[in-house]
């Protein structure tokens, strides 16, 4: 007898499962779109324990015919396309017919639905693939669907799951990009029984804004409307001013998906390059409508992949639509150009050349010439991730999150011993000398020269400064057990996923000695704050350091949010660079050298760097 047989159905749709059902946001995720898919205007999203215990999701649409009940659960069951034309011409979201199947494999699922032409609903127990119950029931129109015990009957898989709120952070994620996206339909989504999100669907993006990131967001807001020539960009982008520290708030959508392009990220960045600083993020929530033709969508849902038919000319055309934005805002509002650290907007210059030749370059007439242009070495390079990245699939970003942590924090041990090696070293060498400092003068008004026994040094006072502080902060945050309350509370409005580092913090912060307080809907007001942080921007600050600590995927090592925590601080304390007297520049180094580690400022940036009496005299040829 031979030993090859097939795998009965209910092995197969736990194979399938695995691939479509990775942890609950997937299943919000392929909910939601089956629910838009039936023109729903009204959805809501009901998860407990991060979705692992329970994902309750109800919409208005058309509701499923009860003669379809039968198929619905069957994989390959769909009613979106029945030929592979369809399949190009398909604007729905999900068209593969497996999403119930996969979902009903592996959890208990409770549908109940009735459709708009039928006086009668059904409701259907399913669980772990087998049909335990059905019924004719008397429901209002649309559909209603529950999934409870996910994986119960795969506990390795069970076990990969995240903590309860990291798994709620991802499924907040994704709404509000859906929210984002869909202005049109009312969301509303509640976690453990508390609402993190509500939408009207009025159809007005800005209101769905003003809704997700607060008022100070919304009140910075430029409306762009620009025809391109192979569709239309709109929505908005948001001043310089309330740029990030990184991208948690930016989306883009293409024919209204949520996609990650490269390019057209990398355009619109460029577009506020001479408007803002490095490492500055801009907000933006744009969505492109173009002639499906004109671009490749992979057509595999998690693989959010986009090429498109002439990408350097799509890449000018948004770049100069966000560009002229700003231009346009500076006209009439300087001062929201203004640098914070800076005292002049930097010249801005026509379209760099290094954008041109890059743009100009590009030029593919196919698929694999793209392969060769320098634009794809970066492309490749992150369309790999972006294959795996676009809404649907998280696997890649769990994997990568983790693994850039471990490597952040091992450079983050690093670096620190061999700055604190360099002082040793410096120490020895120049213990005596310090007490003589003759300072030489400042220059550019923002370098001090010193002598200091038998070398030069340049001092970056900025860079000084920020170190200086940075320790002092650092020393507040490890001894100082007293807070003081603030004359005026700071309110912070946070987005779901602020909300849930802000929770997931809480303690530390309390620890530190921050007193933060629920204030009602999604904001919180912080009463009280660590001695050493009093007159200092708190709102700036918070908004500064959530998007740091959100980017941990667990709460990190008490010593590197202590770090993070001073390091954002030390940005939101520090005044830009002015004139200062020899006393001044005296006791600035005085003090940076009683550091453990005075040579790097908190950035990683030298806040010195020197040139021994012997270099120098080598290079003016005295010694050979
Ligand atoms: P797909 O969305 O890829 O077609 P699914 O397994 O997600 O496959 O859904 C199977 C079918 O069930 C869909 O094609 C649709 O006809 C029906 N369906 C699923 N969810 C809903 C819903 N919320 N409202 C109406 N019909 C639905
Ligand atoms: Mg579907």
Not at 44 to 72: A, C, F, M, P, T
Not at 232 to 243: A, E, T
Request: net charge negative; glycine share 6%.
């Amino acid at each position: 007898m031979g030993i090859i047989k097939i795998l009965d159905k209910n092995v197969i749709d736990q194979i399938a499962a695995g691939e479509v059902i990775e942890r609950p946001v997937s299943i919000v995720k392929e909910l939601i779109e089956n629910s838009i898919d039936a023109g729903a205007d009204s959805i809501e999203v009901e998860i407990k324990k991060g979705g692992k215990s329970y994902i309750g999701i109800r919409d208005n649409g058309k509701g499923i015919l009860q003669d379809d009940i039968d198929v619905i659960f069957e994989r390959h069951a769909t009613s979106k396309i029945s030929c592979l034309e369809d399949l190009y011409e398909s604007c729905s979201l999900g068209f593969r017919g497996e999403a119930l199947s996969s979902i009903a494999a592996v959890s208990k699922v409770t549908l109940t639905t009735r459709h708009k032409y039928e006086d009668l609903g059904s409701k259907v127990i399913v669980q772990g693939g087998e049909e335990l119950a059905r019924e004719s029931i008397a429901v209002s129109k649309g559909t209603s669907i529950l999934v409870e015990d996910l994986f119960f009957n795969t506990p390795v898989r069970h076990k990969f799951l995240k903590s309860d709120t990291s798994e709620a952070v991802v499924v907040s994620d994704m709404i509000e990009r859906l929210a984002l996206c869909r202005a049109d339909i009312a969301f509303h989504y509640s976690n453990n029984g508390k609402e993190l999100l509500n939408t009207t669907g009025s159809g007005d993006l800005s209101e769905v804004i003003y809704r997700l990131y607060g008022k100070e967001v919304y009140d910075n807001l430029l409306e762009i409307d620009a025809e391109l020539s192979v569709g239309r960009l709109f929505g908005y982008i948001g001043k310089p001013v309330i740029s990030r520290g990184n991208r948690n708030r930016q989306s883009l959508f293409i024919n209204n998906r949520y996609v990650k392009s490269f390019l057209l990220m990398k355009a619109i960045q460029e577009g506020y390059s001479s408007f803002l600083m490095q490492h500055r993020f801009p907000v933006f929530v744009l969505k492109l409508s173009i002639d499906p033709a004109s671009m490749d969508v992979n057509v595999h849902p998690s693989k959010m992949e986009v090429n498109f038919e002439s990408p350097s000319l799509l890449y000018k055309e948004i770049y100069h639509a966000v560009r002229n934005r700003l231009i346009e805002l500076d006209r009439t509002d300087v001062t929201q150009l203004r640098y914070e650290n800076e005292t002049e907007v930097t010249e801005i210059t026509e379209v760099t050349d290094a954008t041109d030749n890059r743009s100009e370059a590009v030029q593919p007439q196919n698929r694999s010439e793209f392969a060769d242009s320098p634009f794809s070495a970066m492309d490749l390079d992150f369309t790999k991730q972006l294959m795996k990245s676009g809404v649907a699939d998280f696997s890649y970003q769990k994997r990568s999150e983790v693994y850039r942590e471990r490597e952040e924090e091992s450079r983050y041990y690093e670096a620190k011993e061999d700055k604190e090696k360099a002082a040793e070293d410096f120490r020895k060498e120049y213990g005596e000398a310090v007490e003589n400092i003759r300072i030489i003068g400042q220059a550019f008004k923002t370098y001090i020269l010193a002598e200091i026994g038998d070398t030069l040094y340049i001092v970056d006072q900025h860079a000084a400064h920020e170190k200086i502080n940075f320790e002092r902060l650092m020393k507040g945050l490890n001894e100082e057990r007293y807070s003081q309350q603030l004359l005026k509370p700071a309110v912070l409005q946070l987005t779901a996923k602020e909300e849930l580092t802000v929770q997931r913090y809480m303690e530390v912060f309390e620890q530190f000695g921050f007193e933060i307080e629920h204030f009602g809907g999604q904001a919180y007001t912080v009463r009280a704050v660590p001695m050493s942080f009093y007159n200092m921007d708190i709102n700036r600050l918070f908004v500064e350091l959530l998007d740091h600590l959100g980017e941990m995927s667990e709460v990190g090592n008490i010593e590197r949010i202590k770090d993070r925590i001073a390091g954002v601080a030390c940005k939101a304390s520090i005044k830009g660079g002015q004139n200062i007297s020899d006393l001044e520049a005296e006791h600035l180094i005085r003090e940076l050298l009683k550091l453990e580690a005075p040579f790097q400022c908190p950035h990683g940036r030298p806040t010195m760097i020197a040139m021994s009496r012997y270099e120098l005299e080598k290079k003016f040829k005295r010694i050979v």
